[in-house]
């Protein structure tokens, strides 16, 4: 299986910061990623694929970026209504895996 | 517009067989993979496989072989997550989804096992 590996696992931080998320696989998925945004109670949204690729409806404030292993999701000014647990998935192969999540709290 | 529609929630008794169901709507339900995830209470989300409802091709991940049955019947919209025997560590939420790049979500199906 590919592994996808998050940091951090919990992230703090305020309304109007820009924060950043990591997600590395343990081997080259090309740009196959994905990012989802999940809130307590409700499924999963997608945000992007392709790694950088926009899903339709989604702020401009999201971002990706990167190939290969190493990903980032950024958030360029967080709003309040973006505290929620994010996760990434890769889809190179037909054993999809998600990352463990990252949960971004308020400070 | 596009939607998901789950079954609804189960509680059920270790050993106890248990089918879960998930309808596509507005769109052509036999184009599309459509996936299964599991989320355990208050975990992250598992991947756990996949139906091409046109052929039924069917891609399990490893952990979900031979645990799970997943099938579809595109006469009806319709894909299903089946076990044969619960266990208590089946409690969990699971999701139907839309596409390997989860485009759409069903809303859940809460599966409750306990004795």
């Known amino acids: 299986d590919i592994q996808m590996t998050q940091s951090p696992s919990t992230l703090s931080a305020s309304v109007g910061d820009r924060v950043t998320i990591t997600c590395r696989a343990s081997q080259s998925i090309s740009r196959w990623l994905a990012w989802y945004q999940q809130k307590p109670g409700k499924a999963p949204k997608l945000l992007i694929y392709m790694a950088s690729s926009l899903e339709s409806g989604v702020p401009s404030r999201f971002s990706g970026s990167g190939s290969g292993t190493e990903f980032t999701l950024t958030i360029s000014s967080l709003q309040p209504d973006d505290f929620a647990t994010y996760y990434c998935q890769q889809y190179d192969s037909y054993m999809y895996t998600f990352g463990q999540g990252t949960k971004l709290e308020i400070k | 517009e596009v939607q998901l529609v789950q079954s609804g929630a189960e509680v059920k008794k270790p050993g106890e067989s248990l089918k879960i169901s998930c309808k596509g709507f507005?769109?052509?339900?036999?184009?599309?993979?459509i996936g299964w995830v599991r989320q355990l209470p208050g975990k992250g989300l598992e991947w756990m496989g996949i139906i091409y409802p046109d052929d039924s091709d069917t891609r399990y991940s490893p952990s979900f072989q031979g645990q799970v049955t997943i099938s579809a019947d595109k006469s009806i919209s319709t894909a299903d997550l089946q076990w044969s025997s619960l266990k208590a560590s089946d409690t969990a939420m699971y999701y139907c989804?839309?596409?390997?790049?989860?485009?759409?979500w069903g809303q859940g199906t809460l599966v409750t096992v306990s004795s």
């Open positions: 989804a839309r596409r390997e790049v989860a485009d759409y």
């Open positions: 507005g769109y052509s339900f036999s184009s599309y993979w």
